[in-house]
């Protein structure tokens, strides 16, 4: 009968549940291996680790099939049935998989080893993405030395992976519909549990949403470089030439921050230079990162994370220093790869990283298959929504990075634009990258036109050009890590939307947000030691992908939609402080198209 029948499917997927955890432990081993080492002989033990799980994976997935769990009561057990019911990769053919697993290892290596010559003097190539270019770029004001870098990394890290590239969209969409989908963007979006086409026009709505306050800052910042660099190289009414953001993809605006904020008698709060003098190394960031989750009564890092975590370059070896937080599935083996440098930038990362490793804590007593964000923007959203507390200039001032003065007018501003060349721009960006990628994987861009459709993208959404024209021998999305690393980015975007829904959230549960009480401004929330903010985020946390996504972000909001709101709350007085510096220097509000040619 159906009872006898679901208890032995019960019986079935939590051993089946158990032996995968075995399986993603092994394989996680292998890959950290590889990923800290980048040697063809741990490129091949991973691979191999990886057919073995696939195999395994295949003759786990045959008998998942036998069982009737569609008809089964319990609603947990039918989501871990339906989980299991994807293969994933697993189901290509073993020749077929070990060829996919080569082209994402040797695109992920040809970023991860990629090296430059300097501008000045270019008898020395040996400059790395991290620290060295990543630092030149942001610090230098020299509109050819940030051409040369921008050329040549794009050419280095873009144009060499386009064939791999090209192969691998083949075999990873034969693999998509080996699983049922149309195509890898329509996988890609599964994983958002939206019906249909639906999660695109979520994605829309919020940029529908937003785009207003983003022209906004960008026709103000495309004035402030024009003052800076002359009309010759930024004009008054085009596209902002993609390398003059302190940004080698310009999806974070940060660094030209000192020389564009609104009021620049105001001081300074870039907290790069307390960090350094005040000698901090990447473990203290480390330390920070953890007593503030601490603080509001969330976990702390386990023995085994301080033991295996790399947090510094090594400088005997090539390592994918893109910085990630790896789970082990064993309740004790969780790690952050980072090649840590001591700025402002980083640790915000350190705190997005710590924030995984939060995540994997919370929700390790779960059944693997739910070891998971509630949708993979909830998970790169739980260290950013820490990271906005941190960058409160209260927080800054209580642990001595910022001194004195209390919040005026013009302060706050200057804050609120701070804030907005990291979160209000990054959103086009972000949607770029994954709107390039659907209509590859869907065939409308083929591989004549990657660069043109990527550059059409760039121009429409983030209002930017290239520093030189592009032709087809070039592939700047690769230039990207998340393309080269084959890494889905739509879960950003996601990201740098509902973690201002849960910051709100957060911060009215501590007391320290409401509404109208220009006491308990947004702008200055710091959930600090807040007992009952951190136990609602844990509440939220704790479980994993174990129900759809909606139902987590109730638990912690009351809201079941990501909604830009909460984001458009927080900088509305940026906006309107925008719309009159604008109208005030009579700047044109968006671009026209651009002169450069990528088409
Ligand atoms: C820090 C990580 C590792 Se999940 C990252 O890739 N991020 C964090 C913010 C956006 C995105 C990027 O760097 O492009
Ligand atoms: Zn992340």
């Not at 873009?158 to 329509?186: I, P």
């Not at 980083?346 to 939060?358: L, R, S, W």
């Not at 999305?477 to 509902?498: C, D, G, L, M």
């Not at 651009?594 to 088409?599: F, L, R, T, V």
Request: aromatic share 14%.
């Amino acid at each position: 009968d159906l009872e006898a029948l679901e208890l032995e499917g019960r019986e079935y997927i939590f051993q089946l549940d158990k032996s995968a955890g075995a399986r993603k432990n092994k394989v996680g081993i292998f890959e950290w291996d590889y990923y800290s080492n980048i040697t063809k002989e741990n490129e091949e033990k991973w691979i191999q680790a990886r057919i073995e799980q696939s195999q395994q994976e295949k003759r786990a997935w045959e008998e998942t099939k036998m069982y009737r769990w569609q008809d089964f009561q319990d609603f947990t057990l039918r989501r871990m049935f339906k989980k299991y019911s994807k293969l994933g990769v697993s189901a290509l053919p073993d020749e077929k998989y070990k060829q996919l697993m080569k082209l994402i290892a040797d695109m992920e290596s040809n970023y991860a080893t990629a090296k430059i010559c300097e501008y000045k003097d270019r008898s020395k190539c040996n400059l790395s993405l991290e620290p060295e270019i990543t630092d030149l770029f942001a610090k230098s004001q020299d509109p050819e030395e940030l051409k040369h870098l921008w050329v040549e990394w794009h050419k280095e890290a873009g144009a060499k992976a386009r064939n791999n590239f090209t192969e691998y969209v083949g075999l990873y969409n034969e693999a998509a519909k080996l699983n049922d989908y149309k195509d890898v963007a329509d996988w890609w979006q599964s994983e958002y549990e939206a019906d249909a086409d639906n999660f695109e026009q979520q994605l829309a709505k919020i940029w529908e949403d937003v785009k207003p306050l983003y022209q906004q800052l960008h026709a103000y910042v495309r004035k402030r470089l024009r003052d800076k660099y002359g009309d010759h190289i930024v004009s008054a009414r085009g596209p902002i030439p993609a390398h003059l953001l302190g940004n080698m993809w310009a999806q974070s605006w940060n660094n030209i921050q000192s020389f564009t904020r609104p009021y620049p008698d105001k001081k300074e709060i870039d907290i790069t230079q307390s960090m350094k003098s005040q000698n901090y190394t990447a473990l203290k960031m480390f330390q920070m990162s953890d007593e503030f989750f601490r603080s509001l009564n969330l976990s702390a890092m386990p023995p085994k994370f301080w033991k295996n975590s790399i947090i510094e370059k090594p400088t005997d070896r090539e390592i994918v220093c893109h910085a990630s937080a790896w789970d082990f599935y064993d309740g004790e083996d969780f790690r952050i790869k980072m090649c840590s440098s001591i700025n402002r930038e980083n640790f915000k990362t350190v705190h997005h990283e710590m924030g995984h490793i939060q995540y994997y804590l919370l929700y390790s007593h779960l059944p693997i298959v739910f070891r998971e964000g509630a949708n993979p923007g909830f998970h790169e959203a739980v260290g950013d929504t820490i990271a906005l507390s941190v960058s409160s200039p209260k927080h800054l001032r209580r642990v001595g990075l910022t001194t004195g003065d209390a919040e005026d007018e013009q302060t706050e501003i200057n804050q609120l634009y701070k804030m907005g060349l990291d979160k209000i721009v990054f959103l086009p960006f972000a949607y770029a990258i994954d709107q390039f990628r659907y209509g590859v994987f869907r065939g409308s861009t083929t591989p004549e036109d990657y660069n043109c459709h990527y550059w059409k993208l760039r121009e429409s959404l983030q209002g930017l050009e290239p520093p030189v024209n592009r032709t087809e021998e070039d592939f700047d999305a690769a230039a990207k890590y998340h393309v080269s690393a084959n890494v889905e980015y739509a879960r950003y975007y996601v990201s740098f939307i509902i973690q201002f829904q849960f910051h709100r959230a957060l911060c009215q549960l501590a007391g320290e947000y409401v509404p109208e009480d220009l006491n308990k401004k947004l702008v200055d929330c710091d959930i600090y030691q807040s007992i009952a903010a951190g136990n609602a985020f844990a509440n939220m946390l704790k479980m994993g992908s174990s129900k759809p996504w909606p139902d987590a972000m109730e638990v912690l909001t009351g809201q079941r939609s990501m909604k830009a709101d909460g984001l458009l709350e927080y900088f509305r007085p940026l906006y309107e402080w925008l719309q009159a510096e604008n109208q005030r220097t009579g700047e044109y509000i968006g671009w026209e198209p651009s002169k450069m040619q990528y088409c």
